[in-house]
């Protein structure tokens, strides 16, 4: 399974956003991953209740030259626009909006797939496997992988400072040297809002959703997006490696030709069987072959076919 700059990587994106709800006990991080047959496109969908976030914020350091305080939205998307994909594609800022009593932000990246098709294996899932059952008329497709989440706890934990990576930029922060001075872009989650200080790490879940299969099952839970069906994995950000399940049903050719060709020749059978006992002869009875009886005197000898009389032929 590829993983540089494919699912893993934006799923580590999704991941890092989500460490600003760490330990606030009220958020929740959904990315939705689907394919409209020529890009694919990844929803990342953040929510916090709106009393939480007030909280965090009000404790939230100053945005440099400026009395204004660092807010969760302005963090996310210095964040976003500042780390782009090989494809030089971004999660970009799509909306957000308060419901329910929760604050939603809304982002989405969207790329061309074909930019990595060269692209080589450099970590080969050892979970990958795919098993296929032949049910006659269709078949049915196992696949298990890896959840996409596996090892980012040890990665967040030995991140270092300035190792360009997305964990060094939630741990330490963005920095840019100009000269012979260092220009913070982005702080640090913590330095950014203090109340996170401390947050346990276990306590965050994750989520990671793909599209649903008709007839298909797996190992998470089925729910609806958009009015579409999708499958979504939810783990806990700790270190255990886990898998995930799904399955998906095809048609089997053979089993409907094999079909079609049976009930073929059972449909052309009984036109044969029909056609031939119409066909099959019954013995005439005395009278079809002789309608008259010509040595029958008391019948009226006028009845004779056309040319007998009493003299024989006339010439």
């Known amino acids: 399974m590829k993983k540089a700059g494919k699912i893993l990587i934006v799923a580590l994106l999704s991941l890092l956003i989500s460490c600003i709800f760490v330990g606030c006990g009220a958020a929740g991080v959904d990315l939705v991953s689907y394919s409209d047959g020529s890009l694919y496109h990844y929803e990342l969908s953040i929510s916090v209740k709106t009393e939480k976030r007030d909280e965090i914020q009000r404790t939230a350091a100053f945005r440099p030259y400026t009395s204004e305080r660092w807010t969760i ?77 596996n090892g980012y706890r040890s990665d967040y934990e030995n991140a270092k400072d300035g190792d360009g990576t997305l964990m060094s930029a939630v741990k330490y922060g963005l920095k840019f040297n100009m000269g012979n001075s260092t220009v913070t872009v982005l702080p640090a989650l913590t330095e950014a809002f203090p109340a996170l200080e401390g947050a346990k790490l276990d306590l965050l879940t994750l989520s990671y ?43 089997n050719a053979y089993g409907w030709y094999i079909t079609i060709i049976v009930i073929g020749a059972a449909v052309v059978g009984a036109i044969l069987l029909v056609t031939m006992k119409k066909k099959k002869k019954v013995k005439p009875s005395d009278t079809d072959m002789f309608p008259y009886d010509p040595f029958d005197d008391s019948k009226n000898k006028n009845n004779l076919p056309s040319g007998y009389n009493d003299g024989g032929f006339k010439f």
Do not use: C, H
Request: charge should be negative.
């Open 73 to 149: 939205s302005d963090w996310v998307r210095v964040l976003t626009e500042n780390m782009r994909f090989q494809d030089e594609s971004r999660f970009e800022y799509v909306s957000e909006t308060t419901a329910d009593g929760y604050f939603i932000m809304n982002y989405e990246r969207v790329f061309d797939p074909s930019f990595y098709d060269d692209e080589e294996d450099d970590e080969p899932d050892e979970n990958y496997k795919v098993e296929r059952k032949n049910y006659f008329y269709v078949y049915e497709t196992v696949v298990t992988v890896s959840n996409p989440f």
């Open 209 to 251: 959703s793909i599209p649903a299969s008709k007839l298909g099952s797996s190992s998470g839970e089925t729910v609806k997006i958009k009015n579409s069906e999708f499958y979504r994995f939810e783990r806990a950000f700790d270190e255990e490696e886990m898998t995930m399940t799904y399955s998906y049903i095809t048609p």
